[in-house]
């Protein structure tokens, strides 16, 4: 499982236009780009993010269910405590292509939990 201090942002600023943001999010296998919609709340404590697309292709390290939850959840954890959000819900984009065309997948949800202990 990778470390909060092993991942990093950097919102890239000539991949977003209009309400699209693209974010790198670099990792101990590689880069990620993810793209879709932010929107803050009115408490700016919740960011909500619709249509969000990935970068992930067949065969990478960071391919549909190649990261794993636990990864995930680090640099959903990662994320809020970078950006000082307490809440980070992503929704995914309708899905274009293969066995769920047309479908949408489920929200993620990330809430802000503190950083565990190092170890030793």
Not at 14 to 29: H, Q
Not at 62 to 75: D, F, K, P, S, Y
Not at 81 to 107: C, D, H, M, N
């Amino acid at each position: 499982m990778w470390r909060r201090s092993e991942i990093r942002f950097v919102l890239e600023s000539s991949l977003s236009e209009g309400e699209v943001a693209t974010m790198r999010i670099a990792t101990p296998v590689g880069d990620l780009l993810v793209m879709g919609d932010p929107e803050q709340d009115v408490s700016g404590k919740v960011l909500r993010v619709s249509r969000v697309h990935t970068n992930g292709g067949a065969g990478s390290p960071l391919a549909a269910n190649a990261i794993g939850l636990a990864n995930l959840q680090v640099i959903g954890q990662a994320f809020l405590a970078e950006f000082g959000y307490e809440e980070l819900v992503l929704e995914g984009a309708v899905r274009t292509s293969g066995k769920r065309k047309g479908a949408r997948p489920r929200a993620i949800r990330f809430t802000r939990h503190p950083e565990p202990p190092a170890e030793p």
